[in-house]
């Protein structure tokens, strides 16, 4: 274990015992807290269903989403009975619907089909949110076909399913548009020329991805955004034997909040970086990177780069977080960077199944400091990743520590 910072360690660690308690602590008081934790928390603003409910599915009136989609009027509630529902492709334009899957998951499966040539979903209406659903297997002429493809308005996004696609969601560029992802899985890509990222969101006004699990990429990024604001919190970001390139990048910058997130390089990358900003140059008038009680773990045997940072950003803060792999991370002209730590797999519970919670009794137990908050978004963490897709929350009242995993 080594110090990355030059500020002093604090405080000792828990026992085992303590830590057992802090954990039945968190699960009892904790969830209040973590609804609310992120302005603009779409678990907390779901609107009232104001339209028509239409069924979907074996024995319905109706029996395919494309003809749900054009019926369905604004406000209207699509309820989809759970099952295998290929080559059924639908282009959605109504404001305010409602989508989600009854009985267990719907899986759409391409089979050569896409709505536009665009994908399996093109979402253009606002307050749309879908629930349940399975993306599977989109492919399109000029090999860019994605899951979901957001042309315009916003769009929640929970307990969907992303496999086996040229891209798993691809977004426009409109600054209107806003993304919440919430408990999702973006796996495999289908190999590709290059234009094939997990989840790849173009320059929108605002991003937030939470609990969710991106893995084994191919060439692309398991997540690129361009978005002003991104509030990436509680996610497992890991490649795995997958050939990603960056596990998460900012190529145009904005506003970064990247909290609490376990974020893993492959040994197979093509590319040595993990976390990259402005690659592509910073674009428009706010540029702030906040990584905030992260844990990184570079697998590449020649040792890669944490964190590719262009000049020209306002403010660069890197605390709390856990480093494991190349022993650097050079610090940048101005940034914020202290108690961040070097350790070694053997610091984590049980890294061979991606549990990078630390040991008991480690000595890093209780040395994080407090990070403050941005835009009245604290940066403390409420919560942490559990696998498969969703959080757990964590005392706000117990040991604080550096890395993803509390408790």
Not at 269 to 277: D, G, P, R, S
Not at 315 to 338: A, F
Request: proline share 7%; hydrophobic share 35%.
């Amino acid at each position: 274990m080594s110090d990355a910072s030059s500020r002093p360690n604090r405080c000792a660690g828990p026992s085992p015992l303590g830590r057992r308690a802090l954990l039945r602590s968190a699960l009892a008081v904790g969830s209040a807290r973590l609804a609310a934790f992120c302005p603009g928390n779409a678990l907390a603003q779901t609107s009232p269903t104001t339209g028509p409910l239409l069924r979907v599915g074996p024995g319905q009136r109706l029996t395919t989403l494309a003809a749900a989609a054009a019926e369905a009027r604004p406000g209207s509630t699509i309820e989809v009975q759970a099952g295998d529902y290929r080559a059924d492709v639908a282009t959605w334009t109504q404001d305010d619907l409602t989508l989600r899957a009854v009985g267990g998951r719907v899986r759409l499966l391409a089979d050569g089909a896409h709505a536009q040539g665009k994908g399996l979903f093109v979402c253009a209406g606002r307050r749309m949110t879908i629930t349940g659903f399975d993306f599977i297997g989109a492919r399109v002429p000029d090999r860019n076909g994605a899951g979901i493809r957001l042309e315009r308005g916003s769009l929640t996004l929970r307990d969907c399913r992303f496999d086996d696609n040229e891209n798993g969601l691809l977004s426009a560029n409109d600054p209107s548009i806003t993304l919440d992802i919430e408990r999702c899985e973006f796996g495999a890509i289908a190999p590709g020329e290059g234009r094939t990222h997990n989840c790849y969101v173009g320059s929108i006004g605002r991003l937030r991805v939470v609990g969710s699990y991106f893995h084994h990429g191919h060439t692309g990024h398991l997540l690129k955004s361009r978005a002003a604001v991104n509030h990436i919190f509680y996610n497992r970001l890991t490649d795995e034997t997958g050939r990603a390139s960056f596990e998460l990048e900012f190529p145009n910058g904005g506003l970064g909040l990247v909290v609490g997130n376990l974020i893993q390089q492959s040994a197979s990358t093509e590319n040595y970086h993990l976390v990259a900003y402005g690659s592509e140059g910073l674009v428009g008038p706010r540029h702030e990177l906040h990584l905030i009680n992260n844990t990184l773990v570079d697998l590449r045997p020649a040792g890669g780069v944490y964190l590719r940072m262009a000049p020209g950003a306002q403010k660069v803060r890197v605390i709390n977080n856990l480093l494991c792999g190349k022993r650097e991370l050079p610090p940048g002209p101005g940034w914020e960077q202290h108690h961040n730590y070097f350790v070694d797999r053997s610091a984590f519970v049980a890294p061979e199944r991606h549990d990078y919670a630390l040991r008991p009794g480690s000595p890093l137990l209780g040395r994080a400091e407090e990070p403050g908050a941005v835009d009245g978004q604290p940066l403390r963490p409420v919560a942490q990743y559990r696998h498969p897709c969703d959080t757990a929350p964590v005392p706000m009242d117990g040991v604080y520590s550096p890395g993803a995993m509390q408790i």
